[in-house]
């Protein structure tokens, strides 16, 4: 077809967003047309930034974000990705010299309107009266945490989550809002409007398309129009709003070039811009709407957030399927097949080009069956599953993720606007070689190395800043204070934050200092204080430091509960550590955590009293927070005063503890654990402790507390009970004197503290309890220096010479110099760091 043949008028192209059948349609009938000027659905204030789609450095799929001046948090993404229709027109334009515009309504205001519904529903108002926006039909709303609070690029189905059964007779204003796709799938006889927009649209396009360029929008808009007759605005009252900003901007382009335009917007919005309306009516539509400054920029956007799953309201179910459809020039089964087949290889799975070909197979052999023009999504994934998975749901689980959904980022180019944080942050992760990635990867970094040690410094700025880029997790390599490890996943949505962050500063540095500083003022626990004094060694951020130093000192003087104090120790002693290890100067933290500790040793006692178990067991996990504190502190001797001294005197607070009858059960057993694992309690004393706490007279309940707060936890209390059957005997012969009225009120204790324990170890004290007392199990172990037997009195040094060679075998060490050489006289430096639970 030819201009001349061309319709009067302007060429109204109804399309489904991140369609790919619609991009190539789109293609097709510009190429036909060849318009004097193409205008897209899209907020005007992009209009600037267009030029920029054509630039080398710009790869799909991206956004717009527009976010508002004063609340940089309140923000709203328009993505595109390469097979979006308006990612086709507006590339084509640019390569015709074509001119392009957005015709949308802006987004100053459509966030306007946002914050307006968001102050009346906080106001108890509502919402909808405040700011029917342009958004409403797209699924835009606040989130927090600098989240995107809007999400304006509307699905041409409008809502996903619309119901597409609603009865026309039903008061507009009362329905949900509509699915089209969904509407017209139901009316087809499909359940599934994916797949009937494949079949109707897709495979059509797939394969050259139709002879007529245009045929494929005069069908889509002649079904939207007819179902605007019936459902009017479908339930998103805000594109009323949309539409009549978009039939002005319309004229205004007619008036400036004519008839000869193209208008490339969701099929939704074509019957309401060819509708017949007044440029008054239209603007009084627009009168009053609300208005804030915004600003605008291209983004990296990432396939996982195009994916509905995620929340975004245009979403698609499979925008790395669509993706690939739209790039196979041909034979896309095929194709798609070999890149399922290079993922499996590259997991370790055997797929050969055999599975490729009965796979291919298999697909078409299915959609034929199932009266399908061309295989599907679901046909290739039925044929995956049989041919290459072996029927198994697992790998196919990583076809999803990798390859159905996608994790590809976009790139944006330099030239892009950005905040001046945004650039300082992109040239440091050049610098760092740091490369954002969407695919979730853990970080090993070694803080010895000056790279490493700058990522690190990095990731704690940015987590100062609530740019949650990375997260510490725990490494599987080392414990070391030299190491940490990250988790590592770049979301689009952190530009947001970068954006929001930029209010502080214009650097990494500058604005993690001036946040730290405000987060240091308005801390209002000792416990946030220390965690962000830690935060700040972490990040070496040292103009912050002597902020966050005085808000220590004023929250420690006027804090007086013990609790908040026990909370607040753990982070300081950590920051103590990691400024030893990072040679930094912490006289005035240590001076700090000691009056801390000596504080809690002091007030811990009676703080231990009159507790019930919830409070009991919240104590007991602040002992131990304490104990592992003051442990680390007595590693810090160069920054803590008297540190071996504050050791004793916490040892003689426990002793305290553990002989207490007032203070909880749960504190007194840990007390004990915990003095037992230091070599500062006996055998004998803690068998007579715990015989005491287990004897008649002691409530059932509270029994069952002390071997939880004894044994319990992660502590290797299971073991202990293996290699020390004196006290398995002691609990065993507790247990069998339970009363059977109160045994079922003590059970929950003693299953949450046996099902804490390895299967192995519940293995070896089940069989320990089954031998009884007539094999020399638990119940005949009863004098204070018998040994059960399996166990000798002491080391068997000839034994264990016997099993050193095989030992040497499996370390791969070399083999002994001479007989007589035990393993004990060979040591491993292959790791010299020092853990971070060392205590001196």
């Not at 399908?372 to 995956?384: F, K, M, Q, V, Y």
């Not at 398995?728 to 109160?742: C, E, N, Q, R, S």
Request: charged residues 25%; contains cysteine; hydrophobic residues 45%.
């Amino acid at each position: 077809m030819t201009r001349a043949e061309r319709p009067a008028g302007p060429l109204l192209l109804g399309v489904r967003h991140h369609g790919p059948g619609s991009a190539r349609a789109v293609r097709a009938a510009l190429d036909a047309a060849r318009p004097g000027a193409v205008l897209v659905e899209g907020p005007p204030e992009g209009d600037a930034l267009l030029p920029l789609a054509a630039d080398e450095g710009m790869r799909p799929p991206v956004a717009l974000l527009a976010h508002a001046v004063d609340d940089p948090g309140q923000a709203a993404f328009w993505p595109l990705a390469a097979f979006s229709p308006e990612w086709v027109a507006i590339r084509w334009a640019l390569e015709h010299d074509v001119p392009v515009r957005f015709i949308d309504l802006p987004a100053a205001h459509s966030l306007a309107m946002t914050r307006a519904a968001e102050q009346a529903a906080a106001d108890g108002g509502d919402g909808d009266e405040a700011g029917d926006g342009p958004a409403a039909s797209d699924g835009a709303g606040p989130s927090d945490a600098g989240a995107p609070s809007a999400t304006p690029s509307a699905d041409p189905s409008g809502d996903p989550s619309g119901d597409p059964s609603i009865d026309p007779s039903v008061d507009p204003s009362a329905r949900a809002p509509v699915d089209p796709v969904a509407v017209l799938a139901g009316a087809a006889g499909y359940d599934d409007p994916e797949r009937w927009w494949e079949d109707v649209v897709e495979h059509r396009t797939q394969d050259g398309g139709p002879a007529d360029p245009l045929a494929p929008f005069a069908a889509l808009t002649e079904a939207m129009t007819a179902l605007r007759e019936v459902y009017g605005d479908g339930g998103h009252p805000r594109d009323t709003v949309r539409e009549a900003y978009m039939r002005i901007q319309l004229r205004k382009a007619v008036k400036e070039f004519g008839d000869g335009i193209a208008v490339v917007c969701g099929a939704w919005h074509v019957p309401a811009l060819g509708a017949v309306t007044t440029l008054t009516a239209d603007r009084a539509l627009l009168k009053g709407l609300p208005r804030i400054r915004t600003e605008m920029t291209w983004v990296p956007w990432s396939h996982r957030r195009l994916a509905r799953h995620s929340g975004y309201g245009a979403g698609i179910e499979s925008p790395g399927w669509y993706g690939h459809l739209f790039e196979a020039a041909d034979r896309p089964i095929e194709r798609w097949m070999t890149k399922v087949a290079g993922l499996m290889r590259d997991e370790d799975r055997f797929v050969s080009s055999a599975h490729v070909i009965e796979a291919v197979r298999l697909a078409g052999a299915l959609a034929a069956l199932r009266g399908r023009p061309l295989a599907g999504l679901s046909e290739t994934t039925d044929a995956i599953r049989a041919v290459m998975c072996e029927g198994s749901d697992v790998p196919l689980a990583l076809v999803r993720d990798r390859l159905v959904v996608g994790e590809t980022l976009g790139e944006v180019p330099d030239t892009a606007p950005a905040v001046p944080l945004q650039r300082d942050l992109a040239r440091r992760q050049r610098t760092l070689r740091l490369k954002p990635e969407a695919q979730e990867r853990e970080l090993e970094l070694d803080l010895r190395k000056d790279n490493d040690a700058a990522r690190s410094r990095l990731l704690h700025r940015l987590r100062v800043l609530a740019v949650g880029w990375g997260e510490p997790v725990a490494g599987r390599a080392s414990t070391g204070t030299f190491r940490e490890s990250w988790l590592l996943r770049w979301e689009p949505e952190l530009y947001v934050q970068v954006a929001e962050a930029g209010t502080w500063g214009t650097t990494v540095l500058s604005a993690a200092t001036a946040r730290a500083g405000a987060l240091a003022e308005a801390a209002t626990t000792l416990a946030e204080v220390t965690a962000l004094a830690e935060q700040c060694l972490l990040a070496e951020l040292p103009e912050a430091l002597p902020v966050v130093m005085r808000a220590l000192s004023d929250r420690a003087a006027l804090d007086s509960d013990v609790g908040h104090l026990a909370d607040a120790l753990p982070a300081l002693a950590r920051t103590l550590r990691y400024g030893d290890v990072r040679s930094t100067d912490t006289t005035a933290l240590g001076e700090v955590a000691a009056g801390l500790a000596e504080r809690i040793r002091v007030g811990l006692p009676p703080a231990c009293t009159g507790l019930d178990a919830d409070g009991a067991e919240e104590m007991r996990r602040r002992v131990d927070g304490v104990h592992t504190a003051i442990g680390l502190l007595s590693g810090t001797a160069r920054a803590v005063a008297d540190a071996d001294g504050l050791r004793e005197r916490w040892a003689d607070a426990l002793r305290g503890l553990a002989a207490r009858d007032t203070v909880a059960g749960v504190v007194r057993g840990r007390a004990a654990r915990l003095l037992l694992d230091e070599g500062r309690l006996g055998e004998d004393d803690a068998a007579r402790l715990m015989g005491l706490a287990l004897s008649p007279g002691t409530p059932p309940a509270d029994a069952a507390a002390w071997i939880e707060g004894f044994v319990g936890g992660a502590a290797g209390g299971g073991m202990l009970l293996v290699h020390d059957e004196r006290l398995l005997g002691l609990v065993d012969a507790w247990l069998t004197g339970v009363p059977a009225d109160t045994f079922v009120d003590v059970l929950p204790l003693l299953r949450r503290t046996f099902s804490a324990y390895e299967a192995g170890v519940r293995r070896t004290l089940g069989e320990l309890v089954r031998r009884g007392p007539a094999a020399g199990g638990p119940a005949a172990v009863t004098g204070a220096g018998a040994t059960a037997p399996g166990f000798g009195p002491a080391l068997d040094g000839a034994r264990a010479d016997a099993v050193e060679p095989v030992l040497r075998l499996l370390l791969g060490l070399p083999t002994a110099p001479h007989a007589g050489t035990t393993t004990e006289n060979t040591e491993s430096t292959e790791n010299t760091e020092e853990p971070l639970g060392a205590t001196g």
